[in-house]
């Protein structure tokens, strides 16, 4: 599980897990999204990895598209 919170907090949000784990302050301003991701911090490690997965390819999607449009 902690791993996964790492992989999370280095590779799809882009910030350290001390960052998470309250040494810095955190602010997310959409509440919907919030909501979500409180629902996946209850899901089981692999229904949350599996989720893990899709946000990354679909961010790199968008990063790709943005390197290749610039």
């Not at 960052?19 to 979500?36: H, N, P, S």
């Not at 990895?49 to 990354?56: D, G, R, S, T, W």
Request: aromatic share 8%; with cysteine.
């Amino acid at each position: 599980m902690r791993e996964s919170c790492g992989y999370v907090a280095r590779v799809v949000l882009e910030v350290s897990t001390d960052y998470l784990l309250g040494d810095e302050e955190i602010t997310i301003k959409d509440t919907a999204l919030f909501k979500q991701f409180k629902e996946v911090d209850n899901l089981k490690d692999d229904e949350k990895n599996a989720l893990v997965k899709v946000i990354e390819n679909y961010l790199l999607a968008i990063k790709t598209k943005q390197a290749f449009t610039q």
